[in-house]
């Protein structure tokens, strides 16, 4: 299923966008600060007091200079801070700058491998300048990517206490203690970084932090004054354009979702996420082909697993079980790279294995993610693990708990759903499953299936 991999998406990943354009990144390859960038690929820079040798840059898998500028903003912005850095080896601020532009990068690609130079040359910022609280954001940005949340919080906190009125610094806070399962002090952070400023970055932490207690109107609310922020890249606002095509679904306008989704795509063209939005509406109307177009496009844009599973399920929905199998075996593949880059998947393996793969394996790789961090998630998928392994006893203990904020996620809600339906509790089973398919009906086509199957069954 694809929801757990959406929503690690909007918080640490997806929202890197947000945390990039509050540290002063436009998101479009411009330098908004003398020496400020937001995204792409340079070499491993040596991360020593000894700033890298020009020789060292030069090997950075980046097309020839010639052949960028003019093409992509963002690959002509590394050039330039590749160049800066070949001058001037102690420039601090390029180098730093270098690491963030990296990390968007990784955002634009879906290139996990870009994550370990980033950090070279952030690391190889802070040995020249320790006191650049921007560079220790971009540190927490790239932990929070790998999903090492105990590590990012903690240095987050490090640059709130350089700089306590940087809210990029607070942003990643919030993000950490999300997704270490730890929702109250969440609320308490935003709370402190929304006195700091009401902006695209702010807002859009207040709203998801809103939809993960099932408070949908605040929620939409939130994301829609962060919409109507001034002054907005372009792909920021279509990314926020995305976010808000997601709250509308919910909310149980497609209409107004769809129009969002063309918004995003009327400003940034061939925009992934606001693509999948169509996908899952389309699968949500019963329109497979259209959604397996549209995940096709998706996942060729920027190849998350995500925009893969989505369209495996789709396949596999249409009938289409030869393209399904493929496209799982691709997303399998999508997610071991990640694993081998650094970056924690455990979640992510979790919910893969046990609806395509090994569920003793999936329950081992959740219990794993689970004692990192006791999240609402990492307990929806033990929970989904014991059930495909015919332990729903069990399974409805961490069922309940990763409802226990109030959650609308349709996922979560189609997975307690099937777990009552395997106790027997036909009240419980009909109240959740009925809950997933009005709120996203086109939340997954395969669990969406299953879910109209198990109602039937329940009489």
Known sequence: ??????????????????????????????????????????SAVPASTAAPSPSSLASTGLPDPSAIVGVSPTLAEIVRLRSAVAADPADADAL?????????????????????????????????????????????????????FASAL??????????????????????????????????????AMLGLRVDLTTL???????????????????????AASPGLAPENSAYVAALLGN??????????????????????????????????LAVGAGRLDEAIARFERAAAVVPLPEYIIALGDAQSA??????????FELARAEIQLFRAAGVIVDVDLALFEADHGDPAAALRFATAAHDAAPTVRT?????????????????ATHAADALRLGSI???????????????????????????????????????????????????
């Open 204 to 226: 859009a932490r207040v709203s998801y932090l809103a939809e993960l207690r099932g408070r949908l109107p605040a929620a939409l609310a939130a994301m829609r004054q962060a």
């Open 318 to 327: 249409a009938g289409r079980d030869a393209d399904a199998a493929r496209s």
């Open 409 to 459: 996620d349709p996922l979560l809600r189609y997975h307690a759903g099937a777990i009552a339906a395997g106790l027997g509790d036909v009240t419980a089973a009909r109240r959740d499953l009925e809950r997933a398919l009005a709120t996203d009906p086109g939340f997954s086509a395969t669990g969406a299936a299953e879910v109209r199957r198990l109602l039937d069954g329940l009489g």
């Open 96 to 148: 730093r700058d270098l690491g963030l532009a990296l990390v968007q990068r990784v955002r634009e690609t879906a290139d996990p491998s870009l994550y370990a130079p980033a950090l070279t040359a952030i690391d190889a910022a802070l040995e020249l300048q320790p006191d650049d609280a921007r560079a220790l954001v971009g540190r927490a940005g790239i932990e929070l990517g790998k999903h090492e």
């Open 154 to 191: 903690v240095t987050a906190r490090e640059a709130i206490a350089l700089s306590p009125t940087l809210v990029a610094a607070h942003a990643a806070a919030v993000d950490a203690l999300v997704e270490l399962g730890r929702y109250d002090e969440a609320d308490e952070a935003a709370g």
């Open 247 to 280: 709250l509308l679904v919910y909310s149980g306008d497609p209409a107004a979702a769809a129009a969002a989704y063309e918004a995003g795509l009327d400003l940034v063209p061939d925009h992934a996420p606001s693509l999948a939005g169509q996908g899952r």
């Open 379 to 395: 307990s929806d998928a033990i929970g989904w693990a014991m059930h495909r392994l015919g332990r729903d006893k069990e399974a």
């Open 1 to 42: 299923m694809s929801s757990t991999l959406r929503r690690r998406a909007v918080a640490p990943i997806a929202l890197s966008i947000l945390l990039a354009a509050a540290i002063g990144c436009s998101g479009q390859g411009v330098n908004p600060t003398p020496s400020s960038a937001p995204s792409s690929a340079p």
